[in-house]
């Protein structure tokens, strides 16, 4: 009778959520979703086409910059289906197959970025605390060996979770917090023991963003031990100055990743609400402010930009 209940509540498809209580209004609150992802695509496809096309900027700094643009637009495409279709369409469905996909590249991506982040980091270190050797650390072959070894990092740690969540049968509420899957939200679905997917979840999350922001954290208490120890102000302010644009997106994305695995594990159903938030932040807005900032804090790169658009 068990086995019978059991295959009874074995679901195929999960529920996505938009903003509980707010389904009257999904139309307009698609406006501005469309709108971040217009501004997402086309500010990271013009920050890879006038790096790809200016010899000038093929430096170690805008070459990671094309890295961190090209894994945003990644996260974009990936989540557009799923948000636009909920708040466009209403459409809320998505099958078992599609949502472990979605999960794959969602957090692959992230943890790439993750990467990306570090590496740009280390690129800000070796400009300020050893000039002289840039150009011979970070040549373009060792560039193209980090992204790699980032890139396939992320596949290693990220590849274990859909195939654990493939064995697990789901006969509890089949409806997700968000308008995307997330492992850390389709494991609670499962009828299985989950506490092999949420020790490997958290183990995860320490070798990855906690070891990467460990590693960022270091990195610039090198450089500003180096940049106070500059004779003039000026230069110290000058190669401060050249950190501000990566400070804003490791920011950004380090609170709202860990924001967000927080309210996962510890939050209640009185933090719904702010778990649907902080998951659009996360997914939404690096992508979004990313060139916006370094547009704005790179003179070289907005100098190109504006004489593209100006011609």
Known sequence: MSAVNDTKFN???????????????????????????????????????????????????????????????????????????????NYRRISL?????????????????????????????????????????????????????????SVAVILPLPI??????????????????????????????????????LFLKVITVGLD?????????MIIKTALSVASRRECLRALNTCISHLCAVVLFYISDIGLSLIHRFGNSSTHLLQIILGYVYLLVPPLMNPIVYSVKSKHLRERIIRVFVK
Not at 48 to 76: N, Q, R, V
Not at 111 to 132: G, H, Q, V, Y
Request: aromatic content about 14%; proline content about 4%.
């Open 213 to 221: 922001s460990f590693l960022i954290f270091l990195s610039y208490v």
């Open 164 to 201: 654990l969540l493939k064995q697990f049968r789901y006969c509890r509420d089949n409806v997700l917090s968000h308008s995307y899957c997330l492992h850390q939200d389709v494991m609670k679905a499962a009828c299985s023991d989950i506490s092999v997917n949420s020790i490997y979840g």
């Open 97 to 153: 197959n599609a949502c472990f996909a979605q999960l794959f590249f969602i957090h692959l991506l992230s943890k790439t970025e993750s990467s990306i982040l570090l590496l740009m980091a280390f690129d800000r270190f070796i400009a300020i605390c050893n000039p002289l050797r840039y150009a011979s650390i970070l040549t373009p072959p060792r560039i193209a060996k980090m992204g790699l070894v980032a890139v396939l990092r």
């Open 11 to 89: 679901f195929t498809v999960f529920l996505l959520t938009g903003i509980p209580g707010l389904e009257y209004v999904h139309i307009w609150i698609s406006i501005p979703f469309c709108l971040m992802y217009v501004i997402s695509i086309a500010g990271n496809s013009v920050i890879l086409f006038i790096i790809k096309t200016d010899p000038s900027l093929h430096e170690p700094m805008y070459i990671f910059l094309s890295m961190l643009a090209i894994t945003d637009l990644g996260i974009s495409i990936t989540t557009i289906p799923t948000i636009l279709g909920i708040y466009l369409f």
